[in-house]
């Protein structure tokens, strides 16, 4: 989620041009989260996927020129990002569901059309920060987009969740300190956890978790392989370069 926009959106290219994405001038802009995040994306045809918090649809327009077959539905709570969303949607040729809704609130969900058990796919970006846990921004934009109310993940998380179908896979892109309170979101809800750590480099420890699991799944849990971005010279590793090219993808295990 981002600030609404407040003058005209500038247009960035995503996965070597292939995915052309309007977004606000300021704030919160989709960059390597969003990327990772569309990579790590197991879209099959026929499935329905959502992008929860979508903001101006960078996710799931990634994951929908990869898979054309797909029905994509994206959910975003401002209007004016929903709207650019649209717009971004009809310039990338993606015929795509945008629905307005706070996925914190039961009863904005409900009104959005939103139905419990329905979706294949579930792939979000959640708020990294909390209320009363972080100093948030003072510009309101910007802390909507990186903030949630106290306790707000969870509550998150298991909207999502409950969007799922039996045997539907959620994945989601968080800061790697938050690993607990993810897994504490998901556990008891979701099977067959898959944990994959995200470096800046080969020296620092995780920045990123890309964390994936299927609904009704009793498989154990897995860390695999970890993702370096960086290499010695300060550009992308030949994997993270093929990633942000739409050249390779982040896969999961079988649950």
């Known amino acids: 989620m981002s600030e609404s926009p407040q003058s005209e959106p500038a247009a960035d290219s995503l996965l070597g041009g292939r995915v052309l994405v309007h977004q606000p001038p300021k704030g919160h802009r989709a960059g390597t989260d969003a990327v990772l995040l569309a990579a790590a994306a197991p879209v099959r045809a026929g499935d329905t996927v959502v992008d929860v918090g979508a903001s101006t649809g960078a996710v799931g327009l990634m994951t929908a020129v990869r898979e054309r077959q797909a029905r ?116 008891g809800k979701l099977g067959g956890l898959s944990i994959r750590f995200v470096h800046p480099d080969g020296e620092r420890p995780a920045i990123r978790l890309l964390l994936s699991g299927v609904k009704g799944s009793r498989a154990p849990l897995a860390v695999l392989p970890p993702l370096v971005l960086h290499g010695p010279g300060g550009g992308f590793t030949p994997l993270a370069a093929a990633i942000h090219r739409g050249e390779a993808l982040l896969p999961w295990r079988d649950s």
Do not use: Y
């Open 72 to 187: 994509l539905v994206f959910v975003e709570r401002d209007p004016d990002l929903a709207d650019l969303c649209r717009r971004n949607c009809i310039a990338n040729g993606v015929e795509a569901t945008v629905a307005v809704a706070d996925v914190l609130d039961r009863a904005s969900r409900r009104a959005a059309g939103l139905v419990p058990g329905s979706a294949d796919l579930v792939l979000t970006n959640p708020p990294f920060l909390e209320e009363g846990k972080a100093r948030l921004s003072p510009d309101p934009g910007r802390s909507a987009a990186h903030a949630l109310p106290a306790g707000g993940l969870q509550a998150w998380l298991t909207a999502c969740i409950a969007l799922l179908k039996p045997k539907g896979r959620l994945v989601l892109v968080h800061r790697a300190d938050r690993l607990a309170e993810c897994l504490g979101a998901v556990g």
